[in-house]
T-cell receptor, first 115, second 114 residues
């Protein structure tokens, strides 16, 4: 079964600094990988996804992630943090063995931006 | 285009009661999935429906059930509520519900069991 590990439940960076949120996955089949963001009292919004093709994926709000099969990683980065990036971020892998959509999420990383 | 709509947004119930939550997917989407979010367990998959059929089910007790109507709207029901059922329940819809498709999430229903 697929699984996701997010390293660091809390990450704090200064405004303008690099954001790096780590995600490692376990999958017995080629994975579909996603990063979602959740603001307080809101649902999840997709930042980016990897299905096939280019391993460097660009998403919304200046975020990008690189799929590294050899490292089973899908880390999320943003060159320059903004105050509005403060939120909780979830990495997810799609467990679609049965053809249905089921997302398996990591435990989440709460990102704090210091002024 | 309207997003995924979940009603109600907030709900307070007493232990032992039952509750029904509703989810209206994005127009044209045929797959609806439900997730439970708690501080301790994180986001956990409950079940997924496609064209009125449950295709996949998570590891939850039988007190948790759902259904999907012909217009793709979905409901989930929790019977004999327990304190541990307090959570944010999220619904997500996608067009075909295949693994590579983006799931669009609603804002959730926050259920508090007292």
């Amino acid at each position: 079964a697929q699984s996701v590990t997010q390293l660091g439940s809390h990450v704090s960076v200064s405004e303008g600094a690099l954001v790096l949120l780590r995600c490692n996955y376990s999958s017995s089949v080629p994975p579909y990988l996603f990063w979602y963001v959740q603001y307080p009292n809101q649902g999840l919004q997709l930042l980016l996804k990897y299905t096939t093709g280019a391993t460097l994926v660009k998403g919304i709000n200046g975020f990008e992630a690189e799929f590294k099969k050899s490292e089973t990683s899908f880390h999320l980065t943003k060159p320059s943090a903004h105050m509005s990036d403060a939120a909780e971020y979830f990495c997810a892998v799609s467990d679609s063995i049965q053809g249905a959509q089921k997302l398996v999420f990591g435990q989440g990383t709460r990102l704090t931006i210091n002024p | 285009k309207a997003g995924v709509t979940q009603t109600p947004r907030y709900l307070i119930k007493t232990r032992g009661q039952q509750v029904t939550l509703s989810c209206s997917p994005i127009s044209g989407h045929r797959s609806v999935s439900w997730y439970q979010q708690t501080p301790g367990q994180g986001l956990q998959f409950l079940f997924e429906y496609f064209s009125e059929t449950q295709r996949n089910k998570g590891n939850f007790p039988g007190r948790f059930s759902g259904r999907q109507f012909s217009n793709s709207r979905s409901e989930m029901n929790v019977s004999t509520l327990e304190l541990g059922d307090s959570a944010l329940y999220l619904c997500a819809s996608s067009f075909y519900g295949t693994g590579d498709m983006e799931a669009f999430f609603g804002q959730g229903t926050r259920l508090t069991v007292v």
